[in-house]
């Protein structure tokens, strides 16, 4: 009973304040005018000797020792069974979403809105019923039922976390911090494909930072790494924008594969009713596409009435870093999803940048901004299956120069390989690049488990030199594994990074 009898004399203490606009979901409340007969619990709350001027601060007090004077021993199990879920006592009602609850003064004074219209109810008019207008389309009777009844006991109650979103929508409306912070620390705990999203609109919403920032890292994490076809339903615009723009996006294979991602949600947005796994969606996508654009001339898909909400989020793609190579580049082309107004620019921008560096002998950047850097990087990864040595290469065709990846489980190595001298870039045997390498291990419920990253750097390389950039303990490895990497191989003061 301690802590409960405390939470309820915390009231004394709080500053009642008339009550306020609400900043994220409005009520408003309508005081009932109806008479009936006082329980003990009223007679409590309007003796004169609670609201004379003398004893205007002693009606907690007054609590505390009813309760001992009625000799009863109200636990925490008790309050909520037999004066919330039962109604014994019970001197106010608050009507909402067409439901009734027989409430308590007492107890309803630990929730910050309804302080501060008990207020005046207590020692002014004494209604006994409040009716809610609650326009937040989050808030069912079910997370009301919830947060009333969290004020009747010291455990938090049972909660889902596909109801969390609910539950701290109505918390916040009504003010009630021990259930936001409940709903804080389930939120960060059960972050899966099933609940980011909602968890992150909700996050954002309710402005809880820390749960916000774990979302948008868990998507960064696996939105390309473990794709999912009832996840990419549930990204919406503006999450999708700041995950296509982010640096940090953990990316499998190419930049390619960044714009097939954003290629099948778009299909996913518009076709919502779809229903097949990952294997079959991007065929599906790219049959609808293809449909679609045969009744469609001279513009691309984008630019249709139905692609126009598109835009900003593909316009966030690092095309420089897809139209380096022939097929990235044909399916670019044959696809027609992006404007040709957008891709012109880039291909002559490549091309002037090949001319300079193979008539000027460009070494590459030589300063790391890595404000600059967020958006111009080239993004790719891969899966280290199990243990063992692995070796592949990554190169932006002639722009940069064939660059080998190696790992083990003591160190991660580059090392750079020229290509044939045929009049490429590569004359030039000294070159520059800028890389960041992160490795991360999940468990089986796609959580991070280790993450290791070498920050951004800048390398200098000989003629098949190699370089050791990162060291490992083999001891925290676990596999399968994921390494991703980000490289920008030219200065940023080109234009076709930008």
């Known amino acids: 009973m301690g802590l409960l009898v405390s939470r309820v004399l915390s009231c004394r203490d709080s500053s009642l304040l008339e009550p306020q606009p609400e900043d994220i979901a409005g009520a408003s409340y309508i005081p009932g005018s109806r008479k009936r007969k006082r329980n003990s619990l009223e007679e409590l709350a309007t003796s004169s000797n609670v609201h004379g001027p003398q004893n205007q601060g002693m009606y907690p007090h007054q609590v505390l020792n009813y309760i001992y004077w009625k000799k009863v021993k109200i636990s925490s199990n008790d309050a ?21 609850w027989c409430l308590h003064k007492v107890f309803l004074c630990q929730s910050g809105y309804f302080a501060n219209i008990l207020k005046g109810t207590w020692r002014e008019s004494h209604h006994g019923v409040i009716n809610l207008i609650i326009k937040n389309e989050d808030i069912d009777t079910r997370s009301l ?18 109801e969390v979103p609910q539950v701290l929508a109505a918390a916040c409306l009504l003010r009630v911090d021990r259930v936001i912070q409940q709903c804080e620390g389930i939120m960060k705990e059960t972050i899966n494909r099933n609940t980011v999203c909602s968890y992150y609109l909700a996050a954002e919403t309710y402005r809880l930072k820390a749960v916000k920032t774990r979302c948008f890292e868990w998507l960064l994490c696996n939105l390309m790494v473990h794709p999912s076809v009832a996840l ?112 012109s620019p ?63 489980r003591q160190c991660v190595i580059l090392r750079q390989r020229c290509q044939r001298c045929d009049g490429s870039a590569c004359h030039n045997h000294i070159r520059n690049v800028i890389f960041r390498i992160t490795l991360v291990c999940f468990d089986s419920n796609k959580r991070v488990t280790f993450r290791k990253t070498t920050g951004y750097k800048i390398l200098t390389f000989e003629y098949k030199e190699e370089q050791i950039v990162m060291k490992l303990d083999s001891d925290v490895l676990t596999f399968p594994m994921c390494i991703f990497c980000n490289f920008l191989f030219v200065n940023l003061g080109n234009a076709e990074n930008k």
């Open 346 to 408: 880039i291909y002559k921008q490549q091309w002037l940048t090949l001319l300079r560096t193979q008539e000027y002998g460009v070494i590459g950047p030589q300063v790391i901004n890595e404000q600059e850097l967020e958006e111009c990087t080239m993004r790719c990864g891969t899966m280290i299956p199990k243990d063992g040595r692995y070796t592949w290469k990554w190169s932006v065709g002639r722009l940069g120069f064939p660059l080998r990846v190696t790992f083990t």
């Open 145 to 162: 039922h919830f947060v009333f009844g969290a004020l009747y006991t010291d455990a938090d109650l049972s909660i889902t976390p596909l």
């Open 232 to 343: 990419y339903k549930e990204v919406d615009l503006k999450l999708m924008y700041l995950l296509a723009l982010s640096s940090d996006l953990l990316v499998m294979q190419k930049e390619i594969d960044v714009y097939t991602t954003l290629k099948i949600w778009m299909f996913l947005y518009l076709n919502p009713c779809w229903n097949g796994t990952m294997k079959q969606l991007l065929q599906h996508a790219n049959n609808w596409l293809s449909t679609h654009m045969a009744y469609v001339d001279n513009i691309s898909f984008l630019e249709s009435e139905e692609g126009l909400i598109f835009q900003p989020v593909f316009k966030k793609l690092r095309f420089q870093h897809i139209i380096c190579d022939l097929t990235s580049t044909t399916i670019l082309e044959q696809d027609r999803l992006i404007p040709m107004a957008w891709l």
């Open 80 to 100: 909520y069974q037999n004066l919330f879920l039962d109604g014994h006592d019970s001197d106010i009602k608050i009507r909402a979403l067409g439901r009734t």
